[in-house]
């Protein structure tokens, strides 16, 4: 479809995450005509979904609740967790000066409000310079009444992570699960479910907005008061090129062909492809050898950015590791479609007390409360079967009515929906439980018989569980000794199968320390990527809570600036 009209601009932002966002908005700060374009009818992408962490070492909330952190701290933590395999260390150091500068801008300048979470530690606790606390921030609770008709217009938060419909934020999780032990904790769980009725009956659905809803709230807020025009159900289908120079592209509006002319730049922050089956096969080996894993990104995911960014004459690099990994449930809903779970690390189930994971030969191949990326790696390496790659989470009637497992809820809400459609798998003993989903009961029973042993006593002698502060914040504080440690031993006993399932993708278009996509050594004139369309900078590896939208935030705003002459 030849394009019919010209729509002139500066800046061209194809995509309405973290990344397009902040881009947009920077380069609007310093006078730029920038115009928005969305692929899909909603707006906020995989970011809307998630749980909104950014990690930004040094930010000012660091600085302001007096937790203590340095550049070089940050520096040598990088080193230790990239390796060899990091992206070109001047876009780490990029990242490191500009997170505190991104933080500063959006809280000073735009309708962003940012929170700390205090009390998460950074992922790899043996590595010098990490911190045990504060380098993840994220969005302020957003109330979507201030959005107006836009706020209908959102990407709604993944069903199966909310509580009985209500998103919430890991300051709340502790009252959910304390709500049948704790007056206030009741208090406070019955105070939110009849603000989610309220909410449901006169706007149809919750409007307050947390986590990643929050974030991309905010950033749409501050979009609309800059009067950026945002152009929904949108798509790019090629880019504009004229003597090798990126002038915008030729896009499909409400089935009317359009060339966007961008002046000054075109940023690509699609998401990345979690959902382009020809990248996958590309990219992970255990698809080209037949294996599948499931993605917990928004389905427009798929690879635009990429294939608009090749066809420009820009690079794509793998940097060894092309997926952020969590393990997922595959949830039968009620309208017989299947979603994946993403079983993360904000109040999940994996290293809570009373909970194991095995293999499919019945024995445990990991520590259960690393983060959810590391425990997929080990899944790759231990749970491969002729069915495809995938393990057992177990645990007591203790821990199930305790925290919950996958999308069955705690207590009192009732497991007998998930036991009858086969989510959840029982029995009375561990040896019926292992006959029942296809596991040895000897080996089983031996697993369990071990691990509860040493667990009575608080101890984990094969992998370490419970022993630093990560593996607490993924426990449960109030129990002792080991906040992450409870034998298996009151029945009837619970399975869930996991799989593999990513986050978001990790490879992406090679781009130099001010976003630019590259071309061999030199950049594509005027193209820039961000967010998950960007090679991760981390080079695969994962340093903390947000290390993928922190860099999109910072990176967004880099490119914002780099755009106007300002970096």
Same mark, same amino acid.
């Given at each position: 479809?030849?394009?019919?009209?010209?729509?002139?601009?500066d800046?061209?932002?194809?995509?309405?995450?973290?990344?397009?966002?902040s881009?947009a908005?920077?380069?609007r @700060?310093?006078?730029?005509?920038?115009?928005?374009i969305e692929?899909?009818?909603?707006?906020?992408?995989?970011?809307?979904?998630?749980?909104?962490?950014?990690?930004?070492p040094?930010?000012?909330?660091?600085?302001?609740?007096?937790?203590?952190?340095?550049?070089?701290?940050?520096?040598?933590?990088?080193?230790?967790?990239?390796? @060899?395999?990091?992206?070109a260390?001047?876009?780490i150091?990029?990242?490191?000066?500009?997170?505190?500068?991104?933080?500063?801008?959006?809280?000073?300048?735009?309708?962003?409000?940012?929170?700390?979470?205090?009390?998460?530690?950074?992922?790899?606790?043996?590595?010098?310079?990490?911190?045990?606390?504060?380098?993840?921030?994220?969005?302020?609770?957003?109330?979507?009444r201030?959005?107006?008709?836009w706020?209908?217009?959102?990407?709604?938060?993944?069903?199966?992570?909310t509580l009985?419909?209500?998103?919430?934020?890991?300051?709340?999780?502790?009252?959910?699960? @304390?709500?049948t032990?704790?007056? +206030?904790?009741?208090?406070?769980?019955? $105070?939110r479910?009849?603000?989610?009725?309220?909410?449901?009956?006169?706007?149809?659905?919750?409007?307050?907005?947390?986590? /990643?809803?929050?974030?991309?709230? $905010?950033?749409?807020?501050?979009a609309l008061?800059?009067?950026?025009?945002?152009?929904?159900?949108?798509?790019?289908?090629?880019?504009?090129?004229?003597?090798?120079?990126?002038?915008?592209?030729?896009v499909?509006?409400?089935?009317?062909?359009?060339?966007?002319?961008?002046?000054?730049?075109?940023v690509?922050?699609?998401?990345?492809?979690?959902?382009?089956?020809l990248?996958?096969?590309?990219?992970?080996? &255990?698809?080209?050898?037949?294996? $599948?894993?499931y993605?917990?990104?928004d389905?427009?995911?798929?690879?635009?950015?990429?294939?608009?960014?090749?066809?420009?004459?820009?690079?794509?690099?793998?940097?060894?590791?092309?997926?952020?990994?969590?393990?997922? @449930?595959?949830?039968?809903?009620?309208?017989?479609?299947?979603?994946?779970?993403?079983?993360?690390?904000?109040?999940?189930? +994996?290293?809570?007390?009373?909970?194991?994971?095995?293999s499919?030969?019945?024995? +445990?191949?990991?520590?259960?409360?690393?983060?959810? &990326?590391?425990?997929?790696?080990?899944?790759?390496? #231990?749970?491969?079967?002729?069915? /495809?790659?995938?393990?057992?989470?177990?645990?007591?009637h203790?821990?199930?009515?305790?925290?919950?497992?996958?999308?069955?809820?705690?207590?009192?809400v009732?497991?007998?929906?998930?036991?009858?459609?086969?989510?959840?798998?029982?029995?009375?003993?561990?040896?019926?439980?292992?006959? $029942?989903?296809?596991?040895?009961?000897?080996?089983?029973g031996?697993?369990?018989?071990?691990?509860?042993?040493?667990?009575? #006593?608080?101890?984990d002698?094969?992998f370490?569980?419970?022993?630093?502060?990560?593996?607490?914040?993924?426990?449960?504080?109030? &129990?002792?000794?080991?906040?992450?440690?409870?034998?298996?031993?009151?029945?009837?006993?619970?399975?869930?199968?996991?799989?593999?399932?990513?986050?978001?993708?990790l490879?992406?278009?090679?781009?130099?320390?001010?976003?630019?996509?590259?071309?061999?050594?030199?950049?594509?004139?005027?193209?820039?990527?961000?967010?998950?369309?960007?090679?991760?900078?981390?080079?695969?590896?994962?340093?903390?809570?947000?290390?993928?939208?922190?860099?999109a935030?910072v990176?967004?705003?880099?490119a914002?600036?780099?755009?106007?002459?300002?970096?």
């Amino acid at each position: 479809m030849a394009p019919s009209d010209v729509f002139k601009c500066d800046v061209l932002v194809v995509g309405t995450g973290a990344g397009g966002l902040s881009s947009a908005i920077t380069a609007r @700060s310093h006078g730029l005509d920038v115009v928005i374009i969305e692929k899909s009818d909603r707006v906020g992408g995989t970011t809307a979904r998630s749980g909104g962490g950014m990690w930004i070492p040094c930010n000012p909330l660091e600085q302001d609740a007096a937790i203590p952190d340095s550049m070089a701290d940050a520096t040598a933590y990088l080193r230790g967790v990239t390796k @060899s395999t990091a992206n070109a260390w001047s876009s780490i150091e990029a990242y490191l000066e500009n997170g505190p500068r991104m933080i500063e801008f959006f809280q000073n300048q735009t309708s962003m409000k940012f929170l700390l979470q205090s009390d998460m530690p950074d992922y790899h606790l043996d590595i010098p310079g990490h911190s045990l606390q504060g380098r993840t921030v994220y969005a302020a609770p957003f109330d979507a009444r201030e959005l107006g008709e836009w706020r209908g217009h959102m990407n709604a938060p993944l069903r199966e992570l909310t509580l009985f419909g209500i998103a919430i934020q890991r300051t709340d999780i502790r009252h959910f699960f @304390s709500a049948t032990r704790s007056l +206030r904790s009741l208090a406070y769980v019955t $105070r939110r479910l009849i603000e989610r009725l309220y909410d449901k009956c006169f706007y149809g659905r919750s409007v307050r907005l947390v986590n /990643g809803n929050a974030l991309v709230a $905010r950033l749409l807020k501050s979009a609309l008061e800059m009067q950026i025009p945002i152009w929904r159900s949108c798509e790019a289908k090629a880019v504009w090129l004229e003597d090798g120079v990126v002038r915008g592209c030729d896009v499909v509006h409400k089935d009317k062909a359009i060339r966007i002319d961008a002046a000054r730049a075109t940023v690509l922050a699609c998401g990345g492809f979690s959902h382009d089956e020809l990248s996958k096969r590309d990219f992970y080996r &255990h698809v080209q050898t037949g294996s $599948r894993h499931y993605s917990a990104a928004d389905t427009i995911a798929n690879g635009d950015g990429l294939r608009l960014g090749k066809a420009a004459g820009g690079r794509v690099t793998d940097p060894g590791n092309a997926g952020y990994w969590t393990p997922v @449930s595959l949830f039968p809903r009620r309208d017989g479609t299947i979603s994946p779970f993403p079983h993360s690390s904000n109040g999940g189930d +994996r290293g809570k007390p009373g909970f194991i994971a095995v293999s499919p030969a019945g024995k +445990r191949f990991t520590n259960e409360a690393v983060t959810y &990326h590391d425990f997929v790696q080990a899944m790759f390496r #231990e749970g491969q079967t002729k069915d /495809g790659v995938h393990a057992y989470l177990l645990c007591d009637h203790r821990a199930i009515r305790r925290y919950g497992m996958g999308a069955a809820r705690p207590f009192p809400v009732p497991l007998g929906r998930h036991l009858k459609s086969g989510y959840i798998v029982s029995g009375r003993t561990i040896q019926e439980l292992a006959a $029942r989903i296809g596991i040895d009961p000897t080996t089983l029973g031996q697993t369990v018989a071990w691990f509860n042993t040493n667990a009575r #006593e608080g101890h984990d002698p094969d992998f370490g569980r419970g022993q630093n502060v990560y593996h607490w914040f993924q426990g449960d504080l109030a &129990h002792k000794p080991n906040p992450s440690l409870a034998p298996l031993e009151r029945a009837p006993f619970y399975a869930l199968k996991v799989v593999p399932g990513d986050v978001t993708t990790l490879a992406g278009l090679a781009t130099d320390a001010h976003a630019r996509v590259l071309k061999g050594d030199e950049v594509v004139p005027q193209l820039y990527a961000v967010g998950s369309d960007m090679m991760s900078i981390f080079g695969g590896h994962t340093p903390g809570a947000g290390m993928t939208l922190g860099p999109a935030m910072v990176f967004g705003y880099i490119a914002g600036n780099d755009i106007a002459g300002r970096a």
